[in-house]
Each structure stands twice: as C-alpha cells, then as structure tokens.
C-alpha cells in the first residue's frame, strides 16, 4: 500500500510540475503565487509548515492514539501541510518555466538597486568609500537628484 501511495504522490509531483503555468491554449503565463515575490513566499510558507508540524506534536504528546476526534484534527492538519508544499512545489516549477524564479525575489531587488547606486556613483567617485558613494548618490545635488529619481523610477 505504501508503494502505491508513493507512486501516486511521485506521479502527482511530475503532473503538477509539467502542467504548471500552463493555460489552457499551452501559453505560459504565472499566477497570483508567482506576483509573491519568491523568498517572502517560501518563509510564510515555511513558517506555517513548521508550526503545524509542531501543532502536530504537541497534539501526539498529549494524546492517545485512535482518539476519534483527534484524529479528525490530526487528519486536518496532514491536509493542510500536504496542500502548502504541493502550493509551494506548483510555484516553485511555474517561477522556473516561467524564468522568473531569481528576479522575482526581494533578494534580487535589493542587490540591484545596490548595483545601480554604485554604478551609478563610479562616474563621478573614484574613492571607493561607502561615504563618498554616499555623497555621489545623495539627492541634495543636482545630478545626484536625477541620478536618484533614475534609480527608483527604474
């Protein structure tokens, strides 16, 4: 029994994977879960599964086993944590169909606008200091202050 319940998850995780961020006329095209940006999504999404997992616990320390309505609540909780790591499985595959799994993180956003400050302070700072990219990139000045607005308007 074990065996077929592992082939089926195995062939559930193939189907999911090859028909995610997929539209009906074959065209791809991401979701509401790929608008998340990729690490917050993993660190709810991480954070939930652990506590039920602990919730999961702390139900099997206090308990004794074939209790009707703890296994209800046992059985609940095993669905839910089954739903969030295939959720977490289906973006996880649209993100890399899709090619963007490493733009759509904070992770990304934040090291490019890091780039864009110090490409953008190389012109005009040949010092290498974080106070003299500071003064470059500064908006109190005028080239500085169109540098600025480039910079988040990009």
């Known amino acids: 029994m074990l065996i077929l319940f592992g082939a089926m998850e195995l062939f559930l995780l193939i189907f999911l994977a090859r028909t995610a961020a997929r539209r009906e006329d074959g065209e791809l095209q991401g979701g509401w879960q790929e608008k998340i940006?990729?690490?917050l999504y993993l660190l709810v999404d991480g954070t939930i599964i652990a506590l039920l997992c602990v919730a999961v616990e702390e139900v099997y320390s206090y308990v004794s086993f074939y209790t009707p309505p703890y296994d209800v609540l046992l059985l609940a909780i095993s669905f839910?944590?089954?739903?969030?790591?295939?959720?977490?499985?289906?973006?996880?595959?649209?993100?890399?169909?899709?090619?963007?799994?490493?733009k759509g993180t904070i992770i990304y956003k934040l090291l490019r606008l890091?780039?864009?400050?110090?490409?953008?302070?190389?012109?005009?700072?040949?010092?290498?200091?974080v106070a003299a990219l500071w003064v470059c990139c500064t908006p109190s000045r005028s080239s500085g202050a169109r540098r600025w607005a480039a910079l988040w308007s990009a």
Do not use: Q
């Not at 944590?81 to 977490?88: E, I, N, T």
């Open 37 to 39: 940006p990729f690490d």
């Open 80 to 102: 839910a944590l089954a739903v969030l790591v295939f959720a977490a499985w289906v973006t996880f595959c649209a993100r890399v169909k899709v090619g963007r799994l490493w």
């Open 114 to 129: 890091c780039w864009k400050i110090v490409r953008s302070g190389a012109g005009e700072c040949s010092a290498p200091s």
